[in-house]
């Protein structure tokens, strides 16, 4: 399976409480809410939803999605629900081990191993939405086949960054970017290593 990590993310690398106010206040964040999606990006977000074959979450991620796609009755419409709704997800935790979402596997042991053993699957798609803490870990051990940034055209000026202060190096290859009505962008890249680091010349 190709591992795949989706993360909306403000210009200044924020991806804290990007869908409302109360939604995440950790840390003292005020600023919640910053995310307003048009036509053409929530139908890029469609489609990515409809390209996974399971999905793997952190705790805090599968918690908040738990509670709301989770209990929410089928609209009939929603790629999104039905994707989160139908197919397996997988949860990276060591403190919940009952989880109620149907459909549910809890990876509590050596999380590198059980993701090797999904990538061993036959083609498809092992899809993490959000998930900070998890999404850091993937990428410092060289776990991710692909990202998407959908990278929104605010400077919010606190909050979670993806990328910490201080943290791994990595190339990326840019496989596709594109622009979106309200400013939106959208990059996928595959990592490719470390960087190339060059020597200033006179």
Known sequence: MK??????VSVDGVMQ???GSDE??????????????DNEASTFVDQVYQRADAFLFGRRTYESFAGSWGTWP??????????????????ASTTLTDPRWANTTVLSGDLAVAIGELKAKPAGELQVH??????????ENDLVDEMNLLIFPVVVGQGTRLFPATGPDMALDLVESRA??????????RPT???QYGT???
């Open 3 to 8: 591992r795949t990590i989706t993360t909306n």
């Open 17 to 19: 409480g990007l869908g």
């Open 24 to 37: 995440d206040r950790r840390g003292g964040f005020e600023r919640g809410g910053w995310a307003h999606f």
């Open 74 to 91: 089928d609209p009939g419409d929603s790629p999104v629900w039905e994707a989160l709704n139908t197919q397996p997800k997988y949860l």
């Open 130 to 139: 959000g998930s900070g803490a998890l999404t850091r870990w993937l990428l």
């Open 180 to 189: 979106f009505p309200k400013g939106i962008t959208i990059q996928v890249y």
């Open 193 to 195: 290593g470390r960087p």
């Open 200 to 202: 200033a010349t006179p």
